[in-house]
């Protein structure tokens, strides 16, 4: 797979396993997408049908986003290892002890090291702004030092990498390591409607802050047609990939 596929995900959000394989078959004749699978399909099909798909050749990144006490995320990491998928989320509020926790289950249970499930930290939630984060959250911060705390705990934790908006990658780069995956959610073409997104970012400003994936949901699910808008947004990656040069 090249670079830029491998950089864009599609979020699957779709009522049904029959309805996500339809909207899949318009990528016959070419390479597979990445996909990743939120609650709606998730609790929809469950893990065999997650299995299956990791057994037809796609890369997957299951979103479940657990939460939960060390021993009940741990457990969860077991299961969800088994099925072989890239990458999972868990909540980095959960606590260091969760997130390693979370860590030693995925290397315990990886088929292989190289097929280990990769775990991803949810710093602040996209559709979360700075008003909300000291209103409703109780987090007296600015964004910017709610994430990179987070993102830090979660690396010092043993996470892969951090689920953040394209506004912070840079920063979380910085301060982590470069290979600290920076997972982007979040993202717009220029024009889209942001829907209940807060901290919104375009895929090309998302390269330039040294994000690794961009997570694009509705702009594609619910374009006329989703391989051309998926192909827009694969030109766009290349061109801004090939600005950093
Ligand atoms: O902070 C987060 C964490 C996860 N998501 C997920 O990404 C997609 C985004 O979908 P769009 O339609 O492109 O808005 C969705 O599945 C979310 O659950 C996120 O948006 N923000």
Known sequence: MDQARRQLMIALDLPSGEEAETFLSHWQGEEKPWIKVGYQLFYATGPRWIYERKQ?????????????????????????????????????MGGSEM??????????????SEC??????????????EKML??????????EQAVLRSAKLAHQAGTDGVICSGQEARAIKEATEPSFLAVTPGIRPIGAS??????????????QAGADHLVVGRAITHAPDPLEAYHQILQEIIEARGKLR
Do not use: C, W
């Open 99 to 112: 997130m390693k926790r979370a860590r030693e289950s995925a290397e315990q249970f990886a088929s292989s």
């Open 134 to 143: 000291h209103d409703e959250l109780g987090i007296n911060s600015s964004m």
């Open 56 to 92: 037809e050749g796609y890369s997957i990144f299951l979103d479940l986003k657990l939460h939960d006490i060390p021993n009940t995320v741990a457990k969860a990491v077991e299961s969800i290892s088994k099925l072989g998928v890239d990458f999972l989320t868990l909540h980095a």
């Open 194 to 207: 942001a829907n209940d997104q807060k901290r919104v970012v375009t895929p090309t400003a998302a390269i």
């Open 116 to 129: 280990r499930t990769r775990l991803l930290a949810v710093t602040q939630l996209t559709s979360t702004h």
